[in-house]
């Protein structure tokens, strides 16, 4: 069993700053790809970022793209998202993923374990 727990989340005015961090448990994590995912009330969970298992290669949401940076730590067993320029629209829980097949995906189901999700608000 993984346990992943996010971190970083709080109140940020509109085009400030915030990084998340997920810690994950385990001794596997340079295996999982990992994923972050937001949902905003009254939304459906949506992709945000990936990266794969050695950190190479990272996708993003067109919505962040350019404002949000996902990076990994293997030696901490660590996820980041660092968000910049943020938006009132960014607003929303923000869970961390890992996938244990080590492929990644943009699709939430492919994830295998998650976080209990950090709150980011934007005020305008």
């Known amino acids: 069993q993984v346990q992943l727990v996010e971190s970083g989340g709080g109140l940020v005015q509109a085009g400030g700053s915030l990084r998340l961090s997920c810690a994950a448990s385990?001794?596997?994590?340079?295996?999982?790809?990992m994923g972050w995912f937001r949902q905003a009330p009254g939304k459906e969970r949506e992709f945000v970022a990936r990266?794969?298992?050695?950190?190479?290669?990272?996708y993003y949401a067109d919505s962040v793209k350019g404002r949000f940076t996902i990076s990994r730590d293997n030696a901490k067993d660590t996820v980041y998202l660092q968000m910049n320029s943020l938006k009132p629209e960014d607003t929303a829980v923000y869970y961390c993923?890992?996938?244990?097949?080590?492929?990644?995906?943009?699709?939430?189901?492919?994830?295998?374990?998650w976080g209990h999700g950090t709150q980011v608000t934007v005020s305008s």
């Open positions: 385990g001794r596997a994590f340079s295996t999982y790809a």
């Open positions: 990266i794969a298992t050695n950190g190479r290669n990272t």
């Open positions: 993923a890992a996938d244990a097949s080590g492929y990644g995906s943009a699709w939430s189901l492919a994830y295998d374990y």
